[in-house]
Each structure stands twice: as C-alpha cells, then as structure tokens.
C-alpha cells in the first residue's frame, strides 16, 4: 500500500491554464505538506497544514492555493500557470502535532510540472 | 535563518570505497538534521535523523552520520560503496517551534563506479 500517494505523476500543460495536483496520505498523520524541486534539484517547502489548518505558508505567489478537504488529502491548485512554475512538486506528511519539529516526513512519488 | 550547506554537488566514488558526504548547518537553537536519499524519478526517503539523542546516527543500508556542534556538521558516511547507493542526497535541518518546516541542503549527486 502507497503510504503518500500523489496524482498526477505528469502533467503537461500551456501558460495561463488552470490545473490541480492530488495528495493522499493512509499513514494517520495530522501534517501535509507542499515542497517544490525546481531543475536544479533544489527543494523549498511551500505550505504545510496540520488538521486542515494551515501553519505554513512560504512566500508562494497566490496563484498557488492548498486546499485540505480532510486530514488525510493535501490538494495544491495553480492558476495562470506560468513557465516558471514547471517543476517536481511534492507531497509529504508527519505525525507532527505540537510544531515541536524532529519528525520524520514521508513523501509523495512527485508530480512532475511542465508547462509550455 | 536556518540553512544548509552541502559540499560537492557531485561526488564520485569506487564500488567497495568510502562514501562520505559533507553537510554543514547554521541554527540559532539546536537542531534536528536530516539525510535523504532520491533516486531518479522517485519522492525521498528518510535516511537516518538526529533529534538529540546520540551524537553518532545509524541509518538504514548501512549509512550513518555524526552530529558534531562544535563543527556544526552532519556528514554521511557509508564504510562500503555499492552501486545501488548511485542517487541524490539531501541534508535538511528543522527546529524546534519550526512547525517541522524542513530547510533543504542543495543536493549531493553519488556516482558509485565498478
């Protein structure tokens, strides 16, 4: 059973659509998380939520907007996609519940962005 | 502000021969550290982490780091290269009150060669 499960595993689409990326998690963890790998590999949190609250949001442009229906699904939906959002997008989640930090995240296979 | 400091965005070793992969931090209050491994077209799974307890870490596949706060530094190492062990590695520091927020390291890309 997939722990952290994200879909798409690709998504290919023009400048200025709209698009949603879906994440699961069936491991009962209270925190999600958004991170994006940009081409160079590097990795940059975007949003975290802890019981559908938000508690994390980085300086993300507000084309970007999560959206937690439920503790276990993290959905992170983009508009006006632009070519500089093409990217690896990544789910993860922890057991966190108090922000105390040290908790192992567990992550999504990724989402692969590519817009033309 | 946190940050992460990996040394080598590519290190090239000998099947059999160590590997070591240098991480180096800075954190106003003590930190939990983080290794992951990414192999290609995969998410990261959690190598081993540091959260206070012994200063000297056992991962999984053979791994190990050592937290030292005088260096400030967790380097990864592993006595015996295998060529699964060919991926990109990441560093990544949280603390305390952070919200778990994970500061990432820029990548360290192990080529292990026969």
């Known amino acids: 059973d997939t722990a952290v499960s994200q879909t798409p595993k690709y998504l290919v689409t023009q400048m200025g659509n709209d698009k949603s990326i879906k994440c699961e998690q069936n491991l009962g963890h209270d925190t999600m998380y958004w991170y994006k790998q940009d081409s160079k590999k590097f990795l940059k949190i975007m949003f975290s939520?802890?019981?559908?609250?938000?508690?994390i949001n980085e300086t993300v442009p507000n084309r970007f907007s999560p959206k937690s229906p439920d503790k276990a699904h993290l959905n992170l939906h983009i508009n006006s996609l632009e070519l500089g959002d093409s990217a690896v997008y990544f789910c993860?989640?922890?057991?966190?519940?108090?922000?105390?930090?040290?908790?192992?995240?567990?992550f999504g296979p990724g989402t692969r962005l590519t817009v033309l | 502000a946190q940050s992460v400091t990996q040394l080598g965005s590519h290190v090239s070793v000998s099947e059999g021969a160590l590997v070591l992969l240098r991480c180096n931090y800075s954190s106003s209050v003590p930190p939990y550290l983080f290794w992951y491994v990414q192999y290609p077209n995969q998410g990261l799974q959690l190598l081993l982490k540091?959260?206070?307890?012994?200063?000297l870490v056992k991962g999984i596949n053979g791994f190990e780091a050592e937290f030292k706060k005088s260096e400030t530094s967790f380097h990864l190492t592993k006595p015996s290269a295998h060529m699964s062990d060919a991926a990109e590695y990441f560093c990544a520091v949280s603390d305390a009150g952070g919200y778990n927020k994970l500061i990432f390291g820029a990548g360290t890309r192990l080529a292990v060669h026969p």
């Open positions: 993860a989640s922890s057991q966190d519940t108090s922000g105390r930090g040290g908790d192992t995240q567990y």
């Open positions: 939520y802890n019981n559908k609250e938000l508690i």
């Open positions: 540091y959260t206070s307890a012994a200063t």
